[in-house]
T-cell receptor, first 117, second 116 residues
Framework: AQTVTQSQPEMSVQEAETVTLSCTYD???????LFWYKQPPSRQMILVIR??????QNATENRFSVNFQKAAKSFSLKISDSQLGDAAMYFC??????????????FGKGTRLHILP | KAGVTQTPRYLIKTRGQQVTLSCSPI?????VSWYQQTPGQGLQFLFE???????NKGNFPGRFSGRQFSNSRSEMNVSTLELGDSALYLC???????????????FGNGTRLTVT
């Protein structure tokens, strides 16, 4: 069964600095999708960024980028120029691309990110 | 476009009772999934529905059930509530359809269930 591990329960970063959140996963599949979701204190979870495993190029969305290392099964999220609004719980998630298999989305336990003014 | 709507926002129930939570997806979204969020276990998948059919089910006891209606609205039901069922229950919708497998989830604000 697939698993997703976020080894940092909490992190802090100074405003305007860069921070990297770690995520590792375990799977025997070769085709899958990876996601980072953000849950601010207001609770509504939103998608930050997604990566298709067959794409070698790392996904980027403005200040958010990932470092996808398929062989190492690592999918870290880098936030540049951190802003107060980035304070949230961040969840890494995995989903198989094979709809004939167990393709439910699997979340890590989350990393709570604090932004220090 | 209205987002995912979950009702009620808060619920307090007693052990042994049952509860029904409701989720209205974004218009045009046919897939609805449910998650249980607790501080200890994180976010755990409950089930997913597409076009009124359950596609996937997580590792939860049979006390947890759900359904989806023809208008894509979904309900989940928990019977014989236990203290450990206290959690934030999140619903998400997506435009999943054949071949579009990485469509993002759009979450509601959740229902906070407290079992006493």
């Amino acid at each position: 069964a697939q698993t997703v591990t976020q080894s940092q329960p909490e992190m802090s970063v100074q405003e305007a600095e860069t921070v990297t959140l770690s995520c590792t996963y375990d799977t025997s599949e070769s085709d899958y999708y990876l996601f980072w979701y953000k849950q601010p204190p207001s609770r509504q979870m939103i998608l930050v960024i997604r990566q298709e495993a067959y794409k070698q190029q790392n996904a980027t969305e403005n200040r958010f980028s990932v470092n996808f290392q398929k062989a190492a099964k690592s999918f870290s999220l880098k936030i540049s120029d951190s802003q107060l609004g980035d304070a949230a719980m961040y969840f890494c998630a995995y989903r198989s691309a094979d709809r004939n298999r167990d393709d439910k989305i699997i979340f890590g336990k989350g990393t709570r990110l604090h932004i220090l003014p | 476009k209205a987002g995912v709507t979950q009702t009620p926002r808060y619920l307090i129930k007693t052990r042994g009772q049952q509860v029904t939570l409701s989720c209205s997806p974004i218009s045009g979204h046919r897939s609805v999934s449910w998650y249980q969020q607790t501080p200890g276990q994180g976010l755990q998948f409950l089930f997913e529905y597409f076009s009124e059919t359950q596609r996937n089910k997580g590792n939860f006891p049979g006390r947890f059930s759900g359904r989806q209606f023809s208008n894509s609205r979904s309900e989940m039901n928990v019977s014989t509530l236990e203290l450990g069922d206290s959690a934030l229950y999140l619903c998400a919708s997506s435009r999943w359809m054949e071949g579009v497998y990485n469509s993002p989830l759009h979450f509601g604000n959740g229902t906070r269930l407290t079992v006493t």
